[in-house]
């Protein structure tokens, strides 16, 4: 029969989870490496709005990644939704600061929904939020807190590092290919060229460490091109 019974209500994470490929594309290659995007994605927002000059992406080796960066860093305040605001936009869909236009004039990824679903693809994620003279801390599994939020130092730095861990009951693929990656933070660092953005790439699996920061933007791109 098909009845009231019949609908199916998932609430917050489980749809992601039920059905990745609706927000990543695919569970394999492009989708694993589509987790990345999504967190440097919000890095570059940041580099968008004059608050960021440098990105930093280690690819760990537990299989893990990290992006960090010297933005604003996340909103760590209670919000109304009687969460921490990190936790709020970490665990629910359609939360973020992409719909404001006084946070954000440009930006790109999957606004209010990408870094959500990457938290809901995780096995874990791990956020530090350096943030008013502290270091602020929540860990996730799964989209759901694993850890509350709390304070764990003192800091002068201001910005936002995210961990993760793509989760391997839902990819079919596993391991960060640093070629891909690499031209992909290569491109982007020509697109951001003339905003000053710095993107660092990290390989702690092999020590290879590349810089890049083009200045000169799209020209730089013909330039290496010719």
């Not at 290659?29 to 004059?50: I, Q, T």
């Not at 996730?140 to 764990?152: A, H, I, P, Q």
């Given at each position: 029969?098909?009845?009231?019974?019949?609908?199916?209500?998932?609430?917050?994470?489980?749809?992601v989870?039920?059905?990745?490929?609706m927000?990543?594309?695919?569970t394999?290659?492009?989708?694993?490496?589509?987790?990345?995007?999504?967190?440097?994605?919000?890095?570059?927002?940041?580099?968008?709005?004059?608050?960021?000059d440098?990105?930093?992406?280690?690819?760990?080796?537990?299989?893990?990644?990290?992006?960090?960066?010297?933005?604003?860093?996340?909103?760590?305040?209670?919000?109304?939704e009687?969460?921490?605001?990190?936790?709020?936009?970490?665990?629910?869909?359609?939360?973020?600061?992409?719909?404001?236009?006084?946070?954000?004039?440009?930006?790109?990824g999957?606004h209010?929904?990408?870094?959500?679903?990457?938290?809901?693809?995780?096995e874990?994620?791990?956020?530090?939020?350096f943030?008013?003279?502290q270091?602020?801390?929540i860990?996730?599994?799964?989209?759901?807190?694993?850890?509350?939020?709390?304070?764990?130092?003192?800091?002068?730095?201001?910005?936002?590092?995210v961990?993760?861990r793509?989760?391997?009951e839902?990819?079919?693929?596993d391991?960060?290919?640093?070629?891909?990656?690499?031209?992909?933070?290569?491109?982007?660092a020509?697109?951001?060229?003339?905003?000053?953005?710095k993107i660092?790439?990290?390989?702690?699996?092999?020590?290879?460490?590349?810089?890049?920061?083009?200045?000169?933007?799209?020209?730089?791109y013909?330039?290496?091109?010719?």
């Amino acid at each position: 029969e098909y009845n009231a019974s019949s609908i199916q209500f998932l609430k917050d994470l489980e749809g992601v989870r039920r059905r990745p490929a609706m927000y990543i594309g695919d569970t394999s290659f492009s989708g694993f490496h589509h987790l990345l995007w999504e967190v440097v994605d919000n890095s570059v927002d940041e580099a968008l709005a004059g608050e960021c000059d440098t990105v930093t992406v280690t690819l760990n080796e537990d299989g893990s990644a990290t992006v960090t960066d010297n933005g604003r860093g996340i909103p760590v305040a209670m919000h109304e939704e009687g969460m921490s605001t990190v936790e709020l936009v970490m665990t629910k869909l359609h939360a973020g600061g992409k719909f404001d236009n006084d946070a954000y004039a440009v930006s790109g990824g999957l606004h209010g929904v990408g870094i959500s679903v990457v938290n809901a693809l995780t096995e874990w994620t791990e956020v530090e939020v350096f943030k008013d003279g502290q270091v602020h801390h929540i860990s996730f599994s799964r989209g759901y807190k694993k850890t509350e939020l709390t304070v764990t130092g003192k800091t002068d730095r201001q910005g936002t590092r995210v961990t993760f861990r793509p989760d391997m009951e839902i990819f079919q693929y596993d391991g960060f290919d640093y070629d891909t990656v690499r031209n992909r933070l290569r491109e982007m660092a020509y697109l951001m060229g003339t905003t000053g953005l710095k993107i660092l790439l990290e390989d702690a699996n092999t020590g290879k460490k590349e810089e890049f920061h083009y200045p000169d933007g799209l020209v730089s791109y013909i330039a290496d091109l010719t």
